[in-house]
Every structure is written in structure tokens, then in C-alpha cells.
């Protein structure tokens, strides 16, 4: 199975080969280094771990940065269950060229929280009669059960706390790939707002470069005493 983590940036519009108008949604994918590979013989599941983002060090506790040893401080950690594991090894990367164009992906995410909300907004409920004897009712749920069972029954719709639901959204088009900026462009809308995080899964293989995050040039500091004579000079 393919996968990666991203996040939303913002939705705009592509025009296709036909000229045509494709409203799409543009994700920052990736590159998400492969933290931990579970296997049924230690952790009794196929899993590969995947990490995305970064955050500053002294944000993390001290077990997380051993969970994270020769690797960049990831902000987000998730686990994707995988039929095999094949020859997917920690510190790989993977990238948004596993995915091609043309192919459907599912894409889950957190919806927008609308905090508290009542019947009709929630429920979409026509609510009761402004007129005619009726007062401060207008929006009002009415009855929420008979008299006989002296109980809610469960499920009832009322008010309530509305979104931040884990949504799935399945059957997304992608459009288009960039490489250079680890973006993915997907047709029409996904879940949640700006800058939300979203899992994109797709049937298939996954493909990884064989390349550590690790495995990052460190530029030399230059000693502190030829800086002093610089200065002096």
C-alpha cells in the first residue's frame, strides 16, 4: 500500500490538457522518513511508522528523542498497517513520486470544528412555527422521545459539539506531482481547514529512497580565536 503524510496548504485551480478548469487541492506531502518497521514476529502486526515535520528538541522528551536517534525531530508520528513489509528499512524517505497521475487516492483528515452548535445547523432541522401562539421555539428541537420508555434512546440528534470528526474521503484524483516542492495536487476537496494534517493511501506498492535524513552535510564552525583577530585587525 502506498502512503504519506501532509498537510493541507490551500485549494486553487489547474487547467488539464483539454483546457479544462480542475479545482484541486494542493498538499505538502512529505519527504516522511520511515521511523519504525513492525513485523507479526516482535510487535504481532505489519506496520511501517512513518514521521512527518519537525519541531525544536527542547520540545520533545527524552524517550522520543531515543525513539528518534540518527534521525530530524519529527512533530507527527503514525502508524499504517501494510500487508508486507517487503524490504522497507528504517531512515528511508518516502516521497510524493510514490504516487503517479492519474491514480485514485484516499485521503483522511479532521474537519473543521464548529464547536457548539443546535439542531438546525447540526442536524439541518427545519425547526418549529415563529407565528400563531408559538414563542421562543423557532429552533427549538422539540420532542426527543414518548412518554413510555423513560429514557433518551441513543443516537437521538441533538444539540451538540459539531466537527472535528476524523473524516475519509475516498476516490481523489491526482492531478499533478511536484517533485521539487513535495506537493501533491488532488482533485477537488479533502478534509479540514489550512495546514491540517492529512493521510494519503493509495493500493500499491510503496516505493522509498534509500536516503537518511541523517545524512545531512554539517558546515564547520570556524574557531573562536581566528574570529577574535579578524575582529581586531
Known amino acids: 500500500m502506498k502512503i504519506i503524510i501532509g498537510?493541507?496548504?490551500?485549494?486553487t485551480q489547474v487547467f488539464s490538457a483539454t483546457g479544462e478548469v480542475v479545482p484541486v487541492t494542493r498538499i505538502s506531502a512529505g519527504p516522511c522518513p520511515v521511523v519504525q518497521v513492525k513485523t507479526k514476529g516482535t510487535d504481532n502486526t505489519d506496520a511501517i511508522q512513518l514521521g512527518f515535520g519537525e519541531k525544536k528538541e527542547y520540545l520533545i522528551k527524552?524517550?522520543?528523542?531515543?525513539?528518534?536517534?540518527?534521525l530530524s525531530?519529527?512533530?507527527d508520528?503514525?502508524?499504517?498497517?501494510?500487508?508486507?513489509?517487503g524490504e522497507v528499512k528504517r531512515g528511508d524517505l518516502v516521497t510524493v513520486d510514490t504516487f503517479v497521475e492519474g491514480e485514485r487516492v484516499a485521503v483522511v483528515?479532521?474537519?473543521k470544528g464548529k464547536g457548539f452548535q443546535g439542531v438546525v445547523r447540526r442536524h439541518h432541522f427545519r425547526g418549529g412555527p415563529a407565528t400563531h401562539g408559538h414563542k421562543d421555539n423557532l429552533r427549538a428541537p422539540g420532542s426527543i422521545g414518548a412518554g413510555g420508555v423513560q429514557r433518551v434512546f441513543k443516537g437521538m440528534r441533538m444539540a451538540g459539539h459539531m466537527g472535528a470528526d476524523r473524516v475519509t474521503?475516498?476516490?481523489l484524483e491526482v492531478v499533478k506531482i511536484d517533485s521539487v516542492n513535495n506537493e501533491l495536487y488532488l482533485k477537488g476537496a479533502v478534509p479540514g481547514g489550512r495546514g491540517g494534517l492529512l493521510?494519503?493511501?493509495?493500493?500499491?506498492e510503496l516505493k522509498v529512497a534509500v536516503t537518511k535524513v541523517a545524512e545531512v552535510p554539517v558546515v564547520?564552525?570556524?574557531p573562536a580565536v581566528e574570529m577574535v583577530a579578524e575582529a581586531q585587525s
Open 77 to 85: 508520528l503514525h502508524d499504517f498497517s501494510v500487508d508486507k513489509v
Open 109 to 111: 483528515g479532521q474537519s
Open 62 to 70: 527524552k524517550p522520543q528523542l531515543g525513539h528518534l536517534k540518527d
Open 199 to 204: 493521510f494519503i493511501s493509495a493500493p500499491g
Open 169 to 171: 474521503v475516498k476516490n
Open 220 to 222: 564547520a564552525e570556524q
Open 73 to 75: 525531530n519529527l512533530r
Open 7 to 11: 498537510k493541507k496548504i490551500a485549494m
